[in-house]
Every structure is written in C-alpha cells, then in structure tokens.
C-alpha cells in the first residue's frame, strides 16, 4: 500500500552504519575480496537497504578500506564524499518519473565497458530496482549474463517480487531482517526529538527508518483523528458524509493506507494474535474485547472494499463518494455484530 520509495544519494553526507546492519556487514566482511558480481539487497522498507548500498560502494571504491569498511580519507574516499567519484553510478527515479527507463540501464552499459578511472571496480547502485520497467530490466538482464570485468551491481528493493526472476536469480541475496524491537526503540530514543518510540516503531511494522520519517510527517496526529472519528462513527456520534469530507482534506490515499492497517491488525487480533498499540482498542470498541466484536468474514470484506477503492484511486470517481463509501461499510460492521 505505501507509495513508490523515492530515494537519493545524498553525497555529502556518509549514511549512518545502522546497528540493525551488524550482522549482515559481518558476512560481508569475511568475504569482501571475492563478493559475487550482483547483490539484491532486499527486506521491508525502513530498514536502510539503500543507505547499505551506498556504504558497501564506497568500501569497494576505498583504496585502503579494511574488513568492508571505507577508511574515508584516501582519494577514493574524498571523491566519494564530493560526489564526484568516476567509478561509481547510481541509478534511481529521477524527479517525478515512475520508472527507471531502458535508457539509464543503457548507459550503464557504456559506463562499465569502460576501465575503472582510479579504483580498482565499477560499482553500480539501482534503488528502488524494482522501478526498473520490462525493457530496462532486460537491458540490465544482459549486464547480469556478461558482467564487465571488475563490476560491481547493487540492485535495492523492498519489493523483489517485481523484479523479473531471471534478475532475481542471477543477483546473490542479502535479506535484511526486522531488527528486534529493543534494537529499533533504542535507536529511536536516541533521537530527541521523537516522542513515543514504541509506538512509531509499532505503526511502521518494525521498521526503524520508517518510524524515524512518520515522527517527522503529521502523521501521528492524524492517526489519532481518524480513530477519533473511526469510534465516533461507531458510536453513532457521526455521520459518515462529515467523516469523508475530513479524511478527504487529510489526503484520501493516506487515509485508506491507514484503514487497511488498521482493519488487517483488528483482523489479526480477532485471529489471535495479541493486540497491538496499533488499535486502540479503547477508542473503537468502548472498551468491549476486539475479538467478540467483529466476524471474521465481516473484516475480510471490508478489507476487500478498501483494497477495491484503492485501486480505484487514480479513476475519475470522486474520493469524496468513495470515502463516504467505505465509512458507511465501517458503520455497518460497527454495528451489526
Ligand atoms: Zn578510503
């Protein structure tokens, strides 16, 4: 349900060695002469796959870098820093594009059939890479089946799924985990300026980056004014035309992702599992137990619903009718159980 990852690579700033990424530098480490040419680095978002990536080419690029790790004084380093190294390209969306285009992996191409400059690789970064579309993945198909000597690929996604198998199958992978939580609620309470860590943690599915950018985005105060008006409807204190009219002017895409959040932990739950900080159960059930208030089959359809208006997004109908819609359903479901 989240938007297409948008990322750049900032140069002037070196990322952060995240401690969630211990373990995976370790194995880097001890095979860090003879890495496989392509590496698919893969996991949820939030996880800092990109910032890895970025990271990993400047070792390669390092004159002296020891165990995986750039020494960030040496020559490679310094044009790395300034963004100028000439061995290095990375390839993501450019401004409001939707896909990487067959064009950027084509001069990938000639970027690697060149010697390296002043490093002893070519390192190449693509991120998000399953924004690459059909004809720009068969371009870098070709790159896979006849690496230049001395490249080095490193494809980012959170989606490998949609990437075409034989991509998949001819990159090594490397699975970024969900740390555990007490590794992603310390690295957060590190940061001052975000409050409630746990709960962040918990809205962004383990994932710590994804929390760290929903404390800085507005967020968590709509969050709380939708479970206002989720109880409010509930309660019969609302009407479901007001309702829509307010989640429209919080941004319906937004207001959607969050209901099937929402709605998929309730299900969980009603399965379940514990309940999560996620619900509120308070606010939505005046305090009665989640799992004998709603049916099962109740929540799969609603869910079917909000999915159905989701894709109906990008439609000419009006959200406004869609929102109205769905919190209708949720009245519905509120009540009937
Ligand atoms: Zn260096």
Redesign the pocket.
Known sequence: MASKERVTVNFFVTPERYPWHGALWSVLARQFEQLPHALLLQGRPGLGKHDFAVQLA??L?????QEGT?????????L?NVGTHPDLSCVGLVEDARNITVDQIRALGDFLSLRPHTATRKVVIISPADAMNLNAANSLLKLLEEPPLGSMLLLATSHPARLPATIRSRCSRLLFRLPVPSVGQAWLQARPEIRDPALLLDLAGGAPLLAESLARSEFPSTRVKLLQDLASLAQGREHAVACAARWKSLGTEQALGWLHGFVSDLLKVCMGAPASSLLNPEAVTHGETIKNKYKINELYSFIDAILEKYRQLNSPLDELLMLEDILIRWVRLSRLQ
């Open positions: 400047q070792a690029l390092c004159e002296q870098s750039a020494c960030g004084k040496c020559h490679g380093c310094h790395f």
